[in-house]
């Protein structure tokens, strides 16, 4: 099947923007290229692919959802309940397909954010890192749509999600809270699960080593568990380690997934499914290097240098199950339940200096006596719909209706040391032969008790055969349940009736371009607490977004143009180098006003047959209400691109691929320990360097080379938090082998 027939070519020559999106394309990538890695006894499928939980009951279309998607378009009801694919959808959203996560070996959930348009990630330490868009932290994550919580600041694991178990990752820029019940106006996240789709056998086979003693190994397998194929299943198994780039520390992820499909009729299919993943982390770090010495000045030290030590460990295991039932009651309405239930158990002890060390001597560090922490958290998610269309104006309409509730319980225990050894030179510190602190006797530090239920509704309303909304309002009750613990006190905070509007508008001018507006408002709980331990008042606001959306070749190149603009109150900004008092918790302030407004533009898909592009660039700016710049630690300016292209002719079973991801220059502002004045820690503009290699041995077998941070660029991940810093990771390469079954 040709991606590109006579009349989709003729399509490029007739319009200039097409052939000038192209052109732009090419130049931004530089001098890297890329391709599709299919051998020519391949077919390579490339209609958009359905990823909702649909009911198939053909089954040669069970089996084409088992080939890889290119690099564009899918549908998704995460953005306004309804079964919407990109250009449908009047909010600017990022998806990362099973082919691109594959080609850049982006294994975890933080790998695909690090290349996500418009995504700045961050880390506090080398265990926990949080995301950012448009100038404000993403806190909401869905899986299939369904919206579960996420803490980065506990390290409760959401973050380093192996992608081995999704089809597909999409991310949803701007406010979401008509499907999250929260209305951050920064993005949500939304994980699509493996399915098991095919009545055939088939699988992959992974096996790949990488520098830093790297060893992946990953089975993917589905069937058909009868003669008929009525039952389908799919299994998972995935492990993976590497050492740290830092003088001690390694990882380690195990993880099994199953899922199995039931047509229990030709109207009702049942799908189950679980997921166990365990992330052991040894040394990992806890904060960062100190910025500064005793003197005033700068550090200097070397990439490798660890604050943690050998003993330290910080290790999660994630438990999760789900049951989903779809009812076809006729050929236009579906009923749907789906339920998850979850937990997450953390173990960690860790090492925490702080201080500044004499620049001769070294001496000057101190350890804290904390860093003993059991988290324990779990969670139930139930979500009802219906789903359907009804007639008006002579046309079919969609809608859907839908009741959710989600339950979480988290609880963290601590611990202080009765006996903590001194640090000595820490111009000589490699984290080896530090003796464990004795440990004294844990403590509560923190339950919590998060439930939301809500009602919502949808509909798209065509009202011609060009112009359509999205009209859509949620009605939530929140309660947060805070028990009395270690630094403070109990309390109970309730929103009962909080009504979240979604508008959004679309035209078609015709079958290529498509203008939207999209309109929400903006009602976010926070967890962050202030210096004295309060937790901030919830963030209220409003949402606005203006775009236009361009799909070449029947839909398989799409342009995407948005600016936005956010008006907060109460949001959380870093409240210099306080902590909360009797913590080491970052402590955080209210700004009033908070105003984000910019600008992206995204282009994905294919360019020809054989060459396949992901390019994005954001720019914004986001103040509070006196016109100070809050979260300068994000960057204002990010282009991020990818690039494939399969060599021509001869040697068409090589395909190669790079990108070039740039952020601009951002800073923190923190208190200088000789002076006593603020002092901005900078982070100047850097680019970082991918490239790809891909070679199909045979149709079922192929290698593949991946090289990261290629130039071996030195920068940040972390700026000022407590006064210190984090490097980035240096230059690595992987190689791996893939049979499919």
Request: proline residues 3%; contains cysteine; negative net charge.
């Amino acid at each position: 099947m040709k991606l590109f027939n006579g009349s989709s070519y003729m399509l490029f020559q007739r319009h200039p923007l097409s052939l000038a999106v192209c052109s732009i394309a090419a130049s931004a990538i530089f001098t890297t290229s890329t391709a599709h890695a299919e051998s020519d006894q391949e077919v390579i499928k490339l209609d958009t692919v359905s990823v909702s939980a649909e009911q198939i009951n053909d089954a040669s279309e069970r089996k084409e959802q088992l080939v890889d998607a290119i690099y564009t378009d899918s549908e998704t009801r995460a953005a306004a309940g309804l079964p919407l694919t990109n250009k449908e959808t009047p909010q600017s959203v990022s998806v990362f397909s099973r082919q691109r996560m594959q080609d850049q070996n982006l294994s975890t959930l933080n790998d695909v954010l690090s290349q996500t348009s418009g995504i700045s990630v961050k880390e506090y330490d080398s265990a926990r890192q949080y995301y950012y868009s448009r100038g404000f932290e993403i806190n909401t994550i869905l899986i299939d749509g369904v919206p579960t919580l996420f803490d980065p600041g506990w390290g409760t694991g959401e973050n380093s999600a192996n992608t081995t178990i999704y089809e597909q990752v999409e991310i949803i820029k701007g406010a979401t809270g008509l499907m999250s019940g929260s209305g951050n106006p920064s993005a949500a996240i939304n994980l699509v699960r493996k399915r098991a789709s095919s009545e055939e056998f088939t699988g992959t086979a992974d096996l790949g080593l990488g520098s830093r003693n790297e060893i992946t190994a990953t089975l993917d397998l589905a069937s058909g568990l009868n003669e008929t194929g009525s039952v389908r299943g799919r299994a998972v198994i995935h492990r993976e380690q590497q050492d740290s780039f830092r003088d001690v520390g390694d990882s380690t992820q195990n993880i099994i997934y199953a899922t199995t499909e039931a047509d229990l009729s030709d109207e009702t299919q049942l799908t189950l499914g679980g997921s166990i993943q365990e992330n052991i982390n040894n040394g990992p770090t806890w904060g960062g290097i100190p910025a500064w010495y005793d003197d005033g000045t700068r550090t200097n030290f070397s990439r490798s240098k660890t604050t943690s030590a050998d003993w330290a460990y910080w290790n999660t295991t994630h438990k999760n199950v789900f049951a989903e039932i779809k009812h076809s009651l006729n050929e236009k309405w579906d009923l749907n339940a789906r339920y998850n239930y979850g937990t997450s158990d953390g173990e960690s002890r860790l090492l925490y200096v702080f201080g500044n060390p004499n620049r001769a001597t070294g001496d000057g560090i101190t350890a804290y006596s904390g860093g003993n922490f059991g988290t324990e958290s779990n969670y139930n998610m139930l979500d009802l719909f219906a789903s359907g269309s009804y007639e008006m104006f002579g046309r079919d309409q969609e809608v859907s209706i839908g009741v959710s509730r989600s339950e979480r319980h988290f609880t963290a225990y601590s611990a202080f040391a009765t006996s903590v050894a001194p640090i000595g030179d820490f111009n000589e510190w490699d984290g080896t032969g530090y003796p464990e602190h004795i440990w004294g006797e844990r403590f509560l530090y923190e339950e919590q008790t998060d439930t939301q239920t809500a009602l919502y509704a949808s509909t798209r309303i065509n009202w011609t055969e060009q112009f359509s909304t999205i009209i859509g309002g949620r009605l939530t009750d929140l309660e947060i349940d805070r028990k009395a613990a270690a630094y403070n006190d109990a309390q109970v905070i309730e929103h009962n009736g909080i009504f979240t509007p979604y508008l959004g508008v679309l035209y078609s001018f015709n079958d290529t371009y498509t203008a939207y507006a999209s309109y929400t408002e903006i009602f976010s709980p926070q967890n962050e607490r202030s210096q004295s331990g309060e937790v901030l008042n919830p963030i209220s606001g409003n949402s606005y977004e203006l775009g236009l959306k361009a799909g070449f070749a029947e839909d398989q190149l799409l342009a995407t143009v948005a600016v936005f603009k956010t008006l907060q109150d109460d949001l959380a900004a870093v409240d210099g180098t306080n902590t909360v008092s009797g913590s080491v918790d970052q402590a955080y302030k209210e700004a009033e006003g908070a105003t984000s407004k910019g600008y992206e533009i995204e282009l994905v898909g294919a360019l020809t047959e054989t060459w396949e592009v992901q390019l994005g660039w954001t720019k914004y700016e986001v103040e509070d209400a006196q016109g100070e710049k809050i979260n300068t630690e994000q960057p204002r300016s990010i282009f991020k691109s990818y690039t494939r292209y399969q060599l021509p002719g001869a040697l068409n079973k090589i395909t190669v691929g790079g990108g070039i991801n740039w952020e601009s220059e951002s800073y923190s502002t923190a208190t200088n320990p000789v002076s006593g004045t603020p002092e901005k820690v900078q982070q100047e503009a850097f680019a970082l360097v991918s490239l790809m290699a891909k070679y199909q041995i045979t149709p079922e077998f192929s290698t593949q080379l991946n090289v990261d941070n290629l130039t071996d660029e030195t920068y940040y991940t972390n700026i000022g938090t407590f006064g210190q810093i984090a490097y980035g990771s240096p230059r690595t390469l992987s190689l791996s082998a893939k049979y499919n079954f």
